[in-house]
C-alpha cells in the first residue's frame, strides 16, 4: 500500500512544464473545497432557523395543549392534575400546567381597526409554561392600568406600529360573543383596554396579530363565566412531547383533545424540513460537478502515463495494483478538497455567527441568520464528499488496469 500512495502523490503533483494539469488539479479539489463549505454553511443555517423558530414557537406558546370541545369548565384543571401526579412518568416530565383563553376580537385606535388573537393569560400558573413576561420590550407584564375601568393589555410591537399606541394609551375590544341584541342587530358591547406593555415575540404572527390580557379580563369579553379555552402544559424536554401525548391522551380519555406543538405547527414545520431537503440537493450538485472534474484530470493523467504505466505492468505490477494507484489519487484528491472545504465552511459558520449577518424583519422573521453547527451533519457531508471522489475514480482507474504493456511501450 506504501508504493501505492507514493505514486499516487508522484502523479498527483504535475511536472512545472504542465501548468494546464496543474489548474485542472486545482480545479477539482477547489470545486470539492467550495462544494463542501457551501453545504455545510447552508444546512447549518436551516438548522439555526429552525432551531431559533422552535424556541420562539414554544416560547409564546405551551408543548402541549389540551382542550374539551369549544370550553371547558375551569375546575377540569384539578382533574388534569390529578391524573398526571397519579402517573410516573407523566409526573417527572410535567414541569407546569395553565388554563388559558383564546379567540379572535376586534381592536380599534381612532379610525384604524384589526383583527387580532386574544389571549387570556393566568398570572399564576402562565409564567410555568411560557415565558412571553420575559419578551417585553416597553412597559410591564399586565400590571395594574393607569386609567380607572379599563383592561391591562399587552401587545405585539408590530401591532402597536400598526394602530400608532404606545404604552399608556388606551384602545377599545369589541368581541361578538358578548354582543347585545337591538332592534337593529346585534351589537359588540366595547371594553377599553390599555397598552401596559408591547413584546417582541420574534415571529410576525405574534408580533402583529396577538394581545394579551389577564385570564378573568379574558372569560369576561368572551362570556365564559368560569369556563375556560382550555389547557397548557409545559414538559422538560420538548422532543419528548409526542410520546407524552399520546400517554397524556389514553390518561384523559376522548373526552379530551390532546395536542402537541409538533402537530399544530406539522405544515410549517414540514415546508422547513423540505426547504432544507432541496437545498441541499441542489447544494449536493456542486460536489458532483467536482467529481467529473477528478474524472477529467485523471483521464488526462492516465493518458500521459501510458509510457509508465507500461512500465509498471512489465515489470509484475498487477491490473488491481495499477488501478489502485489511480483511486487513491482521486481519493487523496478528494481528501484534500473535502478537508479544506471543512475548514472553509466552519469557519463561514463562525464569522455569521460572531458578527449576526442582518436581515430585513420586514420580510423574514429573523433579524440576524443564525447558525446551529450539527457535528453529525459535518460528517455526513465530509463522507458523502469522500465516496462520490472514490467512486469517480473508479472509471479513470480501471481504464488505466486494461492497459496492455505492449500496447502501452509500442512506440517508445
Not at 11 to 36: A, E, H
Not at 157 to 170: K, R
Not at 201 to 217: C, H, Q, V
Request: glycine share 8%; hydrophobic share 50%.
Amino acid at each position: 500500500m506504501f508504493y501505492h500512495l507514493m505514486l499516487a502523490k508522484r502523479y498527483l503533483k504535475p511536472p512545472k512544464t504542465n501548468r494546464f494539469q496543474l489548474f485542472i488539479t486545482v480545479l477539482s479539489i477547489g470545486g470539492v473545497m467550495v462544494g463542501v463549505a457551501t453545504l455545510i454553511a447552508v444546512v447549518s443555517v436551516m438548522n439555526g432557523l429552525h432551531t431559533d423558530i422552535k424556541k420562539k414557537i414554544v416560547g409564546v406558546n405551551a408543548h402541549i395543549i389540551i382542550t374539551r370541545g369549544i370550553s371547558a369548565p375551569d375546575s377540569c384543571l384539578e382533574e388534569i392534575k390529578r391524573i398526571i401526579y397519579s402517573d410516573d412518568v407523566l409526573k417527572n416530565e410535567v414541569t407546569g400546567v395553565s388554563p388559558f383563553v383564546i379567540s379572535k376580537v376586534m381592536v380599534r385606535r381612532k379610525n384604524i381597526i384589526d383583527g387580532v388573537l386574544l389571549r387570556g393569560h393566568d398570572m399564576e400558573t402562565g409564567r410555568e409554561v411560557t415565558d412571553i413576561e420575559e419578551k417585553i420590550i416597553e412597559g410591564n407584564f399586565l400590571r395594574d392600568p393607569l386609567n380607572e375601568g379599563v383592561i391591562p393589555i399587552v401587545i405585539g410591537n408590530m401591532l402597536a406600529e400598526n394602530l400608532e399606541v404606545n404604552t399608556g394609551d388606551v384602545i377599545e375590544i369589541f368581541s361578538v360573543l358578548s354582543s347585545t341584541i337591538t332592534p337593529i342587530g346585534p351589537v359588540p358591547k366595547t371594553y377599553k383596554g390599555e397598552v401596559v406593555g408591547i413584546i417582541d415575540a420574534g415571529l410576525y404572527e405574534y408580533n402583529s396579530s396577538w394581545i394579551f390580557m389577564r385570564l378573568p379580563d379574558a372569560q369576561k369579553i368572551m362570556k365564559l363565566e368560569n369556563n375556560v379555552t382550555g389547557f397548557q402544559i409545559a414538559v422538560k424536554d420538548m422532543m419528548e412531547v409526542r410520546r407524552l401525548t399520546r400517554r397524556l391522551q389514553d390518561k384523559l380519555g376522548f373526552s379530551y383533545s390532546v395536542q402537541d406543538w409538533l402537530i399544530l405547527n406539522k405544515n410549517l414545520f414540514a415546508a422547513l424540513k423540505l426547504e432544507k431537503t432541496a437545498m441541499t440537493l441542489v447544494l449536493f450538485m456542486i460536489i458532483v460537478v467536482a467529481a467529473f472534474n477528478i474524472v477529467s484530470t485523471l483521464i488526462m493523467i492516465v493518458i500521459q502515463k501510458t509510457r509508465e504505466i507500461g512500465i509498471l505492468r512489465s515489470i509484475g505490477m498487477t491490473r488491481f495494483d495499477v488501478m489502485k494507484i489511480f483511486v487513491l489519487q482521486g481519493t487523496v484528491m478528494g481528501f484534500i478538497g473535502t478537508a479544506l472545504g471543512v475548514a472553509v465552511g466552519l469557519v463561514i459558520c463562525f464569522a455569521l455567527g460572531r458578527y449576526e449577518f442582518p436581515i430585513d424583519t420586514d420580510v423574514y422573521v429573523i433579524s440576524s441568520l443564525p447558525i446551529t453547527v450539527n457535528p453529525l451533519d459535518v460528517l455526513v457531508i465530509a463522507l458523502c464528499s469522500m465516496g462520490i471522489s472514490f467512486l469517480s475514480a473508479i472509471y479513470p482507474a480501471y481504464r488505466a488496469s486494461r492497459l496492455l504493456p505492449v500496447e502501452a511501450l509500442r512506440y517508445e
